[in-house]
């Protein structure tokens, strides 16, 4: 790569300019030198011979001219390679490159290709990883904000399983970790498609119900209560979980949509367990039913 570093050194931003360089020293070095020596020596190239060599000059530029821009045209994917590449850098993303291809450049670019599909998918995989919660395999507190936007309009339910310390202690740990993977089942068997559920810590699950309104989510968290009351079991015991409901309203952030179900679902712990309370908004403050 000597030739290439030093031609940097004086075109450090064109590799078309370093290409127009070798071509024209290798086509015009030779011409240049039999027209100086017939300038030099007449009895050389005596007469109309100066004339032809003069015509021939004419032609080299102009086959030389030609000939770089078919070579510009031929480097064309290069550029591409390069585009391609800065883009993924830039955004994460790039189109794909021109393939079927069989000689260097087309490797180069099938294997840019591939390159770019498999950071893409490690990057997508180690995404899923850092949102999803391992036991369970629903989101955990990080995916859950990624997908519910501040602003969002709909309902957020905290669901919390009741008497899970409990359960721990009477049966084990690994009884434990099956009825936390068993209640995300229920709960995502239960829930529509667009619906966003997350293991939000321990025995601590979120759902967020984009567009529902106040008696929808009312109904919504209700059918969860049941399903998890029918279903679930540590062991041969029942279990079941208590819900807290708020529903998003203009200028609420997100933090604090989550702390009002909060308080419903401490007011459903407070209240007797397995059961559904709304934090609504009462004259003076907050207040669940």
């Not at 009884?175 to 936390?180: E, H, K, N, Q, S």
Request: with cysteine; glycine share 10%; aromatic share 6%.
């Amino acid at each position: 790569m000597w030739l290439y570093s030093a031609m940097s050194g004086v075109f450090p931003r064109s590799f078309m300019a370093k290409v127009f360089i070798v071509v024209s020293v290798g086509a015009l070095v030779p011409l240049l030198a039999l027209l100086g020596w017939a300038i030099v020596g007449r009895d050389v190239f005596p007469g109309e011979r100066i004339e032809v060599l003069g015509i021939a000059l004419a032609a080299t530029v102009l086959g030389i001219t030609t000939t770089l821009l078919a070579l510009h045209e031929v480097l064309k994917p290069i550029y591409r390679l390069d585009e391609t590449i800065r883009a993924f850098e830039a955004a994460g993303t790039a189109p794909p490159l021109p393939f079927g291809f069989e000689d260097q450049v087309g490797r180069l670019m099938a294997s840019t290709n591939r390159l770019i599909l498999s950071v893409d998918d490690r990057i997508d995989a180690e995404r899923r990883a850092a949102e999803t919660d391992s036991l369970t395999g629903l989101l955990n507190r990080r995916g859950f904000e990624a997908r519910v936007n501040e602003g969002a309009v709909g309902a957020m339910l905290m669901l919390d399983i009741d008497g899970f310390k409990a359960v721990n202690d009477q049966y084990g740990h690994a009884v434990g970790d099956t009825v936390l993977r068993d209640a995300a089942v229920i709960l995502a068997s239960t829930l529509r498609r667009r619906d966003v559920l997350a293991r939000l810590g321990g025995e601590e699950f979120g759902v967020f119900l984009p567009g529902l309104t106040i008696g929808d989510a009312r109904e919504a968290a209700e059918r969860l209560r049941s399903a998890v009351a029918g279903q679930l079991r540590a062991e041969v015991e029942p279990v079941t979980m208590s819900v807290g409901v708020a529903i998003a309203r203009p200028g609420l952030s997100r933090e604090a949509l989550i702390a009002e179900a909060n308080r419903g679902l401490c007011a459903a712990k407070q209240g007797g367990r397995n059961r559904v309370c709304m934090a609504v908004v009462a004259q003076g403050g907050m207040a669940t039913a």
